[in-house]
């Protein structure tokens, strides 16, 4: 069966079969050995769903450039699509900045109604706007995002710039030649 995957993928576009293909067979023959053991019909519903997903992703893949040159599915599809500079929506973040302010404004909303609710029948005070703790709660928190990611970048950095310095101080064809005068 894996003949028939391998020859289905020459039916996507060069460039995505070349970047996807091996990793799409690997997947494919993991599948193939998952169902082995199971009966007839399960083995056959199982080639049949492969292949109509091989052939409809690479009518998808020759349609995106024509249809859809942003990036988006053309077909609705419930499975994750790979492309390498679409890994999740750009607005993934914003949202979820909102959903974290949200979360931090009832958080700081219920501090405030229980602090001013008395532990007798007395009547209920004034409710305090939880607004002025977030700003800088927030802002501290971003602060230290932004320092956690500029020291992870000046690691990251420093090892490349060391590693590369090794790299650029190894001289093999010298090293070569200082080894051949010694023995000969």
């Given amino acids: 069966m894996l003949g028939v995957f391998r020859t289905l993928l020459y039916f996507y576009p060069a460039a995505y079969r070349r970047e996807y293909g091996n990793e799409m067979l690997s997947v494919l023959g ?67 900045t909102l959903i974290l302010l949200a979360i931090v404004a009832a958080i700081e909303k219920a501090k405030a109604i229980s602090q001013s609710v008395a532990p007798s029948s007395t009547p209920v005070g004034r409710i305090v706007p939880p607004y002025v703790n ?16 500029v020291l992870v970048w000046a690691v990251a950095f420093a090892l490349h710039r060391s590693g590369t310095q090794r790299l650029s101080d190894l001289k093999p064809s010298a090293e070569r030649r200082s080894s051949a005068s010694l023995l000969g």
């Avoid at 977030?134 to 990611?149: H, K, N, Q, R, W």
């Fill in 30 to 96: 993991e599948v193939q050995a998952e169902v082995r053991t199971k009966g007839r019909l399960l083995r056959a519903v199982s080639f049949s769903r492969e292949v109509g997903g091989l052939l409809r992703g690479a009518l998808e893949e020759h349609l995106r450039p024509i249809y859809s040159p942003q990036g988006f599915p053309v077909f609705s599809s419930r499975r994750i699509i790979m492309r390498s500079e679409f890994r999740f929506p750009k607005a993934t973040v914003a949202l979820m």
């Fill in 134 to 149: 977030i700003v800088p709660t927030f802002l501290i928190a971003l602060a230290g995002a932004c320092l956690c990611g």
